[in-house]
């Protein structure tokens, strides 16, 4: 027996559990989250006798007679301060790392109310985020000190919502006080706990799967091989990704599942789990593009080792190249990253009615996952109501199915609730991972700098199943040429299967490798043709009417010159600057079916705002406000926005490809203008009451190779460009990004989706490091690189805009995956004016963050 003080009451544990395990499971103190269990995230943060501490790797009996406190046992007082501050300061996000991020913050505060910046980055450095890159939660900090020092009274909530203007986010207040619900903090009467028995080598044959003494066990309910999965595929558009492994099968990565396995306990999980015995045939595993396309590769799929192909020809470059002043050919290498998300994945699935299956997920369609489960259960996709918690974060890595099928799978056979989860380790093994590419480029152009023409090839390793590799390969293409105007292009790109992870969706989705690639193209020609790189982006920078290199006309809302512009002295004044310019398209465009839809129901007197679009963080309940009140005039306090159900809101697609603002948000737009319509005929909500409106937006565009002059592949672009500032050391200390996202709907959003995606593209640069040899991950949390606030240089923003506007959305253009696109091109550029060395391949070596040059 272990008596403890938390939050001022003394509390018993009757074993010498982890205190986080005691904390959530037995006092369902759900503010501290279990984000690593390796002590590395901070997510589990509590303050002990006045100092942070992390809950997770110590247990119960080292907190004897010592003073516990959580979010949860904060003053009235501490809590209105801090929903305010990190309200008004944007530093809220997804969410999950926030509570831990307040304990720091309170840590710091009890003892100095008058603290510097340096001194809030030593105070959270122990705490990671991955959506923020700590500006905003510095500023929250350094902001409540101010509050609390001087005793400031907390405004009210305005009355007015309007686009292009600072709004606390409607999730703030969960997301501060620890009181949102992700799925891991749900626990049901009667829940059952489930996980996989996953391959022990990345190719191999299984020749039998002994259950027998696994199934023996008393805390076991069940075990399911392939044999009970009605249609044992998934997969987010190919179908191609096995739920298990049967006997006689080959492996294809160290991530597929042969058993699944529950338990009534979940602490008995990995014994169970250890009980089932498997008799392999390691076979040798293809573990690089190159050797797939071999003549002699096994085949990893039936249908061949190229998953996907996509060309792009406009013009004529092999004759713009042949006749052209000055020409560069240099190969790249990008590998593979992680997305770093800090709530690792986890469902919950339970029987619903006679034969359905009710489904708590977070991941970033509800509709993605109804289309799936139902397809591996073969059943009506009306039988399968998929709800959403809040999300921590996903930034493309929660598109495909992880754990979600696998909880519906087992609560589909023994008709019981189901969690599935994986551990951190799980989830940076067998989740998907950014696209690991090998690209060959060659830039042109004339005595004066305009460029001429290109051509590429880009290979890309998809791992061992399809998930988004085809619209990546499409992205990396359509992008490959850069935001300039030249329309001789000769693009072509293979998506490869090998026996690696996966290669799934990222923020970024492809360009962020290829921009890489012409970006340090570019600089070399600005080097020949004796003109410096900004200049030379200047004379090229796409503007409007003009024609991209995937032939789109550029419309009146393009601004990449006026970005170039915003950035030119602070590049020019520093010798070690870096720069790059990057586009990024908003919606999946290319010809496909692109729609976001949106219903208004008058409940009670308020107005629900009913849409699938999934939040990761990006401020989904926001930005459909904002469009909202911009539209009617009517108080925010009077909206509620929904979350996603596949019973109650309608299908809006994916958050990906940065879409929900533009497509989703002009169904808002037009759903509103309904509203309106009835509001200004001097109607009240009161008298709408059960009334609902409906709206939806589709976009038209082309395929990729569509026989027409000017394709339309996207809705829009954003455009950005980036300096990346270090000093004489090779420390990055300061970056500047120029972005035109067109209308930003809120400013802090745009400002924090800004900052967080710089910071992941220095991580992405210089110090991440995702490892896999012979097809094996190796890395942990703690090792991969994830950049903490004390990395974290200084950060500005400037938000610039074109003369015109796209006509969706009051003119708001996506942002969320542009904004790490030229990080990289700009770092590489940086260190070739610091040292003249050209540096082709990431994470970038022999700099200030990694000493060790390339063998």
């Not at 602070?570 to 729609?595: R, W």
């Not at 001097?682 to 589709?698: A, H, K, M, V």
Request: hydrophobic share 35%; charged share 25%.
């Amino acid at each position: 027996m272990f008596t403890l003080n938390i939050n001022g009451s003394d509390v018993t544990a009757t074993s010498d559990k982890p205190l986080l395990t005691f904390l959530r499971d037995d006092l369902r103190i759900t503010s501290a989250k279990d984000g690593c269990s390796e002590g590395a995230c901070g997510t589990c943060t509590i303050l002990v006798d006045g100092k942070a501490v992390k809950a997770c790797v110590q247990k119960v009996s080292k907190f004897v007679g010592k003073r516990i406190v959580t979010v949860e046992g904060l003053s009235a007082r501490e809590k209105a301060v801090y929903e305010q501050c990190f309200g008004e300061a944007g530093a809220v996000q997804c969410g999950f790392c926030i509570p831990g991020m307040i304990i720091s913050a309170k840590a710091l505060l009890d003892d100095n109310l008058k603290p510097s910046r340096a001194d809030v980055k030593k105070a959270i450095n122990g705490n990671l985020c991955r959506c923020t890159g700590y500006k905003k939660i510095e500023d929250a900090i350094l902001l409540a000190a101010d509050y609390f020092r001087e005793d400031i009274a907390i405004p009210a909530l305005p009355d007015q919502l309007n686009v292009a203007k600072k709004f606390k986010r409607f999730d703030a207040a969960e997301k501060v006080h620890g009181t949102g619900t992700f799925v891991d903090d749900i626990e049901l009467p009667g829940m059952i706990y489930a996980k996989t028995v996953r391959s022990k080598y990345p190719r191999a044959r299984i020749n039998k799967i002994d259950i027998s003494k696994a199934a023996a066990h008393p805390d076991c309910v069940k075990i399911l091989l392939a044999a009970d999965v009605p249609y044992n595929k998934v997969g987010h558009i190919k179908p191609d990704w096995d739920v298990m492994i049967a006997e006689g099968g080959i492996t294809r990565y160290v991530g597929d599942s042969l058993a699944l396995v529950a338990t009534y306990h979940k602490e008995m999980l990995e014994e169970v789990c250890r009980l089932v015995e498997v008799d392999y045939t390691e076979l040798e595993p293809v573990t690089c593009p190159t050797d797939a396309l071999r003549a002699d590769a096994p085949l990893i799929h039936a249908d061949g080792n190229v998953m996907s192909r996509a060309g792009l020809q406009r013009g004529n470059a092999d004759e713009a190249i042949k006749n052209s002043k000055y020409v560069v050919t240099r190969k790249y290498k990008t590998p593979f990253q992680e997305h770093g998300f800090m709530e690792p994945e986890c469902a919950i699935a339970m029987p619903e009615g006679e034969d359905g299956i009710f489904l708590y997920s977070g991941g970033q369609s509800v509709y993605d996952e109804q289309r799936e489960i139902a397809l591996m259960l073969q059943i009506p996709a009306q039988k399968v109501h998929c709800q959403t918690q809040l999300v921590g974060g996903g930034f493309g890595g929660k598109e495909d199915m992880s754990v979600q099928h696998l909880a519906a799978l087992m609560a589909w056979h023994t008709k019981k609730p189901v969690k599935v989860k994986f551990s951190r380790q799980e989830s940076l093994d067998y989740h998907v991972k950014r696209h690991a590419m090998e690209m060959e480029f060659t830039t042109a152009c004339d005595e004066n700098g305009y460029l001429t023409g290109m051509k590429a090839v880009i290979i890309a390793d998809t791992g061992a199943y399809a998930s988004l590799g085809g619209p990546v390969l499409h992205r990396a293409c359509t992008h490959a040429a850069g935001p300039y105007n030249y329309q001789n292009v000769d693009i072509y790109g293979m998506s490869v299967y090998t026996n690696n992870v996966v290669g799934g969706a990222f923020r970024g989705f492809g360009v962020t490798q290829s921009c890489f690639a012409t970006e340090n193209n570019i600089n070399l020609l600005a080097e020949l043709a004796g003109i410096s790189p900004w200049e030379i982006r200047y004379r090229n920078a796409i503007r409007p009417g003009q024609v991209l290199p995937n032939g789109q006309i550029a419309d009146e809302s393009v601004a990449m010159a006026e970005c170039l512009e915003a950035v030119k002295e602070v590049y020019e004044s520093n010798p070690y600057a870096g720069i790059a310019i990057g586009f990024k398209n908003s919606g999946t465009g290319m010809g496909k079916k692109d729609i976001g839809r949106c219903i208004l129901s008058i409940e009670e007197g308020k107005v629900h705002i009913r849409t699938s679009a999934a939040c990761m963080g990006q401020g989904i309940a926001t930005m459909c406000a904002t469009v909202l009140c911009e539209t009617t005039g009517l108080n925010p306090a009077l909206l509620v926005h929904e979350r996603a159900d596949t019973v109650r809101t309608p299908n809006s697609g994916t958050s990906t490809a940065s879409r929900q603002t533009v497509v989703t948000g002009e169904a808002v737009r037009r759903v509103s203008e309904e509203l309106k319509v009835e509001l200004d005929k001097g109607l009240t909500l009161s008298d709408l009451e059960g009334r609902e409106f409906y709206g939806e937006y589709s976009v038209k565009s082309d395929p990729l190779g569509a026989i027409k002059d000017n394709p339309i592949s996207h809705v829009s672009y954003s455009y950005g460009a980036q300096v990346v500032i270090l000093n004489e050391d090779g420390k990055v200390e300061k970056v500047v990004a120029a972005y035109d996202v067109g209308t930003p709907v809120n400013i802090q959003s745009v400002e924090g989706q800004i900052e967080g995606g710089v910071i992941m593209g220095l991580g992405y640069a210089m110090t991440e490091d995702f490892k896999v040899e012979g097809g094996y991950p190796k890395t942990k949390l703690g090792t991969l690189g994830l950049m903490r606030a004390k990395d974290a240089p200084e950060l500005e923003t400037i938000l610039v805009q074109g003369k015109g506007k796209i006509p969706q959305t009051y003119g708001a253009k996506g942002c969320g995956e542009l904004c790490l696109i030229p990080t990289a091109p700009a770092c590489s550029h940086a260190y070739y004016r610091l040292d003249g060395k050209l540096r082709t391949q990431l994470p970038l070596q022999d700099t200030y963050y990694k000493k060790t040059k390339n063998k």
